[in-house]
């Protein structure tokens, strides 16, 4: 099946930064944890949360111990002050764009402004404007709210974060024709807006829509409503469980939007799920190319293809002959089977950010430990023929690596404290990815220049950094949840793809200025386009933008095989033309 994910879907920043809020005072705030009401209307979210320890606190009680996550609508501030005095530690994670609203009613009702809010009434967003204008608060919910309105002299017009922005223009201008001199303050966040002018574009190209997203979350109706009216065949589950195949099978292409509540693990199952459904249109090639990357990408194999691939290519540059080949063949094994290992580990993270795939790797358990130790042995006997030094590198990795697998799936408290180190893990798997792919096949040779081997190290470190990185964002979900530290959750998403842009930018200089100062092998300069392509993904890599995340994946192996593809192109060109490459 051909799914189109819309460009803007799920999670919007505020209830993004209110989970992640939820999900950090799990681990290390005052136990219990509560929020204030249900932190968004989603029952998967609201499941992971309890499960974490975060329950709902419906009532403040008179006395109370642990800690209360104010959620992203935000709250009166008598009721935070009640909550302090029980006793509870409190952690704030109302949405900074309400928070805005909340200072305008404020700081306008200080001054003696009358605060007009356009809102729905009983809404706990606009219950907690209304309770900073104090007194000077007026809510307007109807069109005769306008016509009770008393006669003002100094007032400002606030609206709700979630309204339409075509009624608060309209109930704007009659406020003024009733009470001229009145300020409007347009605080309508976009977030919601923009979900729904992607589903309308989204409705043109596909001939049905799936709206994912809990049955009481208003947004999520209006998306569903919404794709309706543009005449799309629409589907409104809560998750993939409810899909109804057997009516989807009939199109051959969907789309697939959520509302701001849904978040990106429920999302990503509900397309996975539809991606695996015959289309109607689809050709026997399509389907068996979509498998195929598919069971490629879920068995590691793309990833070991990836290893050997940037092996051959550093081979290829160094003019390593049978050796590259050798040498690539041993670092695939080995970074494949590393890689399987410690994906089997983190299968629990994998659950939230790929749950087709800690399926199949629950499912193929057994053969894939098989295949990874088969794997790993063999490289060591291949890095035989590379020389002495080469083999006790690779056994001293390798045996490091099993010792380390081993001592995860028997002690639980290793397993406690390996999570605390993971944060270095985007440092050692370039480290490790280098050493196969660049010190391995020329630690046992006299002949290569050592300037040239620590340069390529270097460069090599650098790519796999930016891919390790990529994929730390791509799974920041996952891993926030089961509090794995890799490098996106310590620096955070938006300063990790800062860290990549300014790496890949690095690399992209270097290489090309190695390659014009004559310093390095003319194959060096493969690295430059590799590393404009992670800087590419890295420009794309928004925190809403999750149909890119998806097949992110995909793309960051695919660059090290294109890094392969062009250095063999070069030097075939390089034969073609008479002079070596
Ligand atoms: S919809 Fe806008 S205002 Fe409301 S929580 Fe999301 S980002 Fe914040």
Redesign the pocket.
């Known amino acids: 099946m051909r799914v189109k994910l819309a460009r803007v879907a799920g999670f919007?920043?505020?209830?993004r930064r209110a989970m992640e809020i939820a999900l950090e005072a799990s681990r290390n705030a005052p136990k219990p944890v509560y929020t204030l009401g249900p932190l968004i209307h989603n029952p998967s979210a609201l499941a992971l949360l309890e499960k974490q320890g975060v329950s709902i606190l419906k009532e403040i009680p008179r006395k109370g111990e642990g800690t209360v996550i104010i959620r992203?609508h935000g709250a009166p501030p008598s009721t935070i002050e009640k909550l302090k005095r029980a006793g509870f530690s409190i952690k704030n994670a109302t949405?900074p764009?309400?928070v805005k609203v909340q200072m305008l009613a404020k700081t306008y009702a200080s001054k003696g402004y009358n605060c007009v809010l356009i809102g729905d009434k009983g809404h706990a967003e606009v219950i907690g404007i209304l309770a900073h204008a104090g007194e000077k608060g007026i809510l307007v919910s109807s069109e005769e709210d306008i016509e009770k309105l008393p006669t003002l002299n100094k007032y400002i017009i606030l609206a709700q974060?979630?309204q339409d922005r075509k009624r608060f223009e309209k109930w704007c201008k009659k406020i003024l024709e009733k009470n001229p001199g009145g300020k409007i303050f347009d605080t309508i966040?976009d977030?919601?807006f923009r979900r729904q002018h992607e589903v309308r574009r989204l409705a043109k190209h596909v001939e049905a829509i799936v709206v994912v997203g809990g049955k009481n979350s208003a947004n999520t109706k209006r998306l569903a409503e919404i794709a309706s009216e543009c005449n799309a065949f629409t589907l409104a589950v809560e998750t993939a469980e409810d899909l109804d195949l057997e009516k989807l099978k009939n199109f051959s292409s969907i789309g697939v939007t959520a509302g701001?509540s849904t978040p990106n693990w429920v999302i990503n199952q509900v397309v996975k799920q539809l991606e695996a459904l015959p289309g109607k249109k689809e050709t026997i090639l399509e389907r068996g190319t979509k498998k195929l990357i598919r069971f490629l990408l879920e068995a590691n194999l793309m990833t070991g293809l990836a290893g050997f691939c940037l092996a051959l290519g550093i081979g290829l540059i160094l003019r390593l002959g049978l050796r590259s080949i050798i040498g690539a063949c041993a670092a695939g094994g080995y970074i494949y089977a590393m890689h399987t290992l410690n994906r089997l580990l983190n299968r629990e993270a994998g659950r939230y950010n790929d749950p087709l795939r800690a399926n199949f790797l629950t499912i193929h358990q057994k053969a894939l430990i098989g295949f990874s130790i088969f794997l790993s042995i063999l490289s060591i006997l291949i890095s035989f023929y590379l020389g002495e030094n080469a083999f006790l590198m690779y056994l001293a990795l390798s045996l490091l690596g099993a010792l380390y697998t081993a001592r995860l799936f028997t002690d639980k408290k290793f397993r406690k404290k390996r999570l605390s180190l993971s944060g270095t893990k985007s440092f050692f798997v370039p480290l490790a990815w280098s050493i196969v792919s660049v010190i391995a096949p020329t630690i046992d040779l006299n002949s290569v220049n050592q300037q040239v081997i620590i340069i390529l190290f270097a460069l090599a470190f650098a790519i796999v950094f930016l891919r390790s990185a990529l994929l730390d964002v791509l799974e920041i979900h996952g891993d926030k949840i089961v509090g794995r530290e890799t490098i996106a959750v310590i620096l955070g998403e938006s300063k990790t793809i800062k860290l990549i842009k300014i790496v890949a930018f690095l690399t992209a200089i270097t290489s090309l200025a190695l390659v014009v100062w004559k310093i390095t092998p003319i194959g060096v300069i493969c690295f430059l386009p590799i590393s404009l392509l992670f800087l590419l993904l890295s420009f794309k890599l928004k925190g809403e933008a999750i149909g890119l995340l998806l097949r992110l994946e995909l793309f960051v192996e695919l660059n090290f095989i294109l890094f392969a593809l062009l250095i063999i192109i070069l030097k075939l060109i390089g034969i073609k033309l008479g002079f070596k490459i």
Do not use: F
């Open positions: 919007c920043m505020g209830v992203a949405c764009k309400v974060t979630t966040c977030a919601t701001a």
